[in-house]
């Protein structure tokens, strides 16, 4: 058993909110996990093939306009942004959040992130939870689209 199959499961909101809260510099990344990236170790473009610096990851940490806002809201509008990423890439794609150092952007302006320490599973339940919040904000709010017209 490798070490990837013993991270902690972030099962509710809260879990990855209290990270937030206590950890700065983590990230989002959607894939076949940490043991499948660590081989790889980096992201290509989907559009050219380009071999990128790191691995494409969305960062969670909160910013400083979102003020006094609550950390498990934040969260699940990051999770819910991306939560569209499993069918698009394909079966066993998944959420998990891990540290890093950002090398660079990526065409969709999102860190490109090396040194990275696998820090827990995000489990479908957290997504769950993160729409449900997402569907509760009055304002129009939706995963990002990708289609082109």
Same mark, same amino acid.
């Given at each position: ?22 950890? *700065?510099?983590? $990230? ?7 043991? &499948?990236? @660590? ?17 494409? &990851? ?11 806002? *609550?950390?498990?809201?934040?969260? &699940?509008?990051?999770?819910?942004? $991306? ?26 302006? @999102? *860190? ?5 320490? *696998? ?9 769950? @939870?993160?729409? &449900? ?17």
């Amino acid at each position: 058993m490798s070490t990837f199959d013993e991270l902690p499961v972030l099962r509710d909101l809260r879990e990855p909110a209290r990270l937030v809260d206590s950890t *700065p510099h983590l $990230y989002v990344r959607w894939s076949h996990g940490p043991e &499948a990236d @660590e081989n790889h170790r980096e992201s290509r473009d989907a559009l050219t093939g380009v071999r990128m610096s790191g691995l494409s &990851a969305n960062p969670l940490d909160v910013e400083p306009w979102w003020e006094d806002r *609550p950390v498990e809201l934040w969260v &699940a509008r990051r999770l819910y942004d $991306y939560s569209h990423l499993p069918r698009e890439k394909g079966e066993g794609v998944r959420p998990w959040v891990l540290r890093g150092r950002v090398e660079g952007r990526g065409p969709d302006n @999102e *860190p490109l992130v090396t040194n990275v320490e *696998p820090v827990g599973w995000v489990d479908e339940t957290v997504i769950r @939870e993160a729409a &449900a919040a997402v569907v509760d904000q009055r304002g129009p709010w939706g995963p990002m689209r990708r289609d082109a017209g």
